[in-house]
């Protein structure tokens, strides 16, 4: 009888102590928030490594600064990137006779050259470390971690960015941000 007493204070002490947990619990600050009901503000995720996105040039945010050097991919443990570079633009009729009076007089010619920039640029969020590489070894500062907190998706091709596609919609939406340089602790 004596026993089963000590055990149901032991019980009763055990819940005290669970309760007296939740209660310090309930009656602290919230830390979290509801998401989606509410979200987090945006001046305290400036630090945050989300998935990797390309920036813009400060006078055209819609166009990467990047070179289409390909040394993030080539540098990427996880074969996540992929970039193609443009094409040299076909040269007009009209470019071409001038071209080839210009060769028969002898001068240099100078054909038409590929933009610097990508015609592609796609990334697999799904198979990143987040490791950074990239984003080191890009030598135009081209690459940053974004703040993207809210990523949910429901099949892992949710996770495959056509980062040329995000830039743009990120000039259109919000042009002062596509074009800020990576921020604290690349
Ligand atoms: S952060 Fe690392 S794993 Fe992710 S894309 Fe860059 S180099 Fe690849
Ligand atoms: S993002 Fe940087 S490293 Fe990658 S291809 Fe462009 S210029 Fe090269």
Same mark, same amino acid.
């Given at each position: 009888?004596?026993?089963?007493?000590?055990?149901? @204070?032991?019980?009763?002490?055990?819940?005290?102590?669970?309760?007296?947990?939740?209660?310090?619990?309930?009656?602290?600050?919230?830390?979290?928030?509801?998401?989606? $009901?509410? *979200?987090?503000?945006?001046?305290? @995720?400036?630090?945050?490594?989300?998935?990797?996105? @390309?920036?813009?040039k400060?006078?055209?945010?819609?166009v990467p600064r990047c070179i289409s050097c390909g040394m993030c991919?080539?540098?990427?443990?996880?074969?996540?990137?992929?970039v193609?570079k443009q094409?040299?633009?076909?040269?007009?009729?009209?470019?071409?006779?001038?071209?080839? !009076?210009?060769?028969?007089?002898? !001068?240099?010619?100078?054909?038409?050259?590929a933009p610097k920039d990508p015609?592609?640029f796609?990334?697999?969020?799904?198979?990143?470390? @987040?490791?950074?590489?990239?984003?080191?070894?890009c030598p135009v500062d081209s690459?940053?971690?974004? *703040?993207?907190?809210?990523?949910?998706?429901?099949?892992?091709?949710?996770?495959?960015?056509?980062?040329?596609? $995000?830039? $743009?919609?990120?000039?259109?939406?919000?042009?002062?941000?596509?074009?800020?340089?990576?921020?604290?602790?690349?």
């Open positions: 009888m004596i026993r089963e007493f000590g055990k149901a @204070l032991q019980g009763l002490w055990s819940l005290a102590i669970g309760l007296g947990v939740t209660f310090r619990a309930f009656v602290r600050p919230q830390v979290t928030v509801h998401y989606p $009901r509410a *979200t987090v503000d945006d001046a305290n @995720l400036r630090t945050y490594h989300g998935h990797v996105e @390309l920036i813009g400060d006078d055209a945010p819609e991919a080539m540098n990427c443990p996880s074969a996540c990137l992929a193609v094409k040299a633009p076909k040269p007009t009729p009209e470019q071409t006779k001038a071209m080839e !009076e210009a060769e028969a007089r002898g !001068e240099k010619v100078k054909k038409p050259t015609a592609r796609t990334y697999d969020f799904s198979l990143c470390s @987040l490791c950074g590489t990239c984003v080191e070894s690459l940053r971690f974004s *703040t993207e907190l809210y990523q949910a998706g429901f099949d892992r091709n949710d996770f495959h960015f056509d980062l040329l596609a $995000r830039l $743009r919609g990120q000039a259109e939406s919000r042009p002062g941000e596509a074009s800020t340089p990576a921020q604290g602790g690349q």
